[in-house]
């Protein structure tokens, strides 16, 4: 089972920062997940929520704003230092000529950030990563079928906050080939049928000892966690 670390090690880090993200690649994760959003000038950036108000000590919505207007607020004040919000091309660079893989989950379920597929696609072609390295996933479908019909080659991965009815159809019709569940998205033999029909199984955000059994003793291919340390010790 690997360990995949979620926003970063946000447990310790800011969340979706470069600190956050150097703390996996020093935690040796098998792979970071990082929240993609599209800014007013087209450029990706991570950060998890559509506004910058909870993380950042600056205020306004991520779409209305500039590349050079993100750059200038502290995304690091939740813990006292001081954080750019980093690119997309940031965090390909800082992973590059490593063996991580990159989940990149496409914030498009309450903005739509028109463009942003093509955009993205582009951004991971023309950095030369690997398309074995990055997993793409969200909770809008739609984008994530867009993404595939792009990009074949590279994994998609259906974002799940509730169970769906014939999942398994609905996902192949969709072209994804891993599910990301809610921790208590999915029973047991649910997630069971679904490994046995060749779906890759991922279960987000596992925070208790407890649920990291539960997914051990399953078998599924991956977790995410806030401390990779803290999953690892465990």
Known sequence: MEFYAHRGVMAQNPENTMSAFRAAVD?????????VHMTKDGELVL???ETIDRTTDGQGRVTEMTLSELRKVNAGVTFAIHEQIP?????LELC???PIRLNLEVKTDIERYPGIEERLIDVIR???VSEEQIVLSSFNHMTLKRLKEMAPEIECALLLGQPLYNLSHYASQIGATAIHPGVRTLTDMEIISLQKIGFT??????????????FRRLGVDAVF???IEWAKHI
Request: hydrophobic residues 30%; glycine residues 4%.
């Open 47 to 49: 950060i998890h929520d």
């Open 126 to 128: 023309r950095r030369g």
């Open 27 to 35: 935690a040796k994760a098998d792979g970071i997940e990082a929240d």
């Open 96 to 98: 590059r000529d490593t």
């Open 201 to 214: 199984i991922r279960p987000y955000t596992v925070k208790t000892v407890e649920q990291l059994e539960r």
């Open 225 to 227: 966690v806030n401390d």
């Open 87 to 91: 690119t997309l091309d940031e965090l």
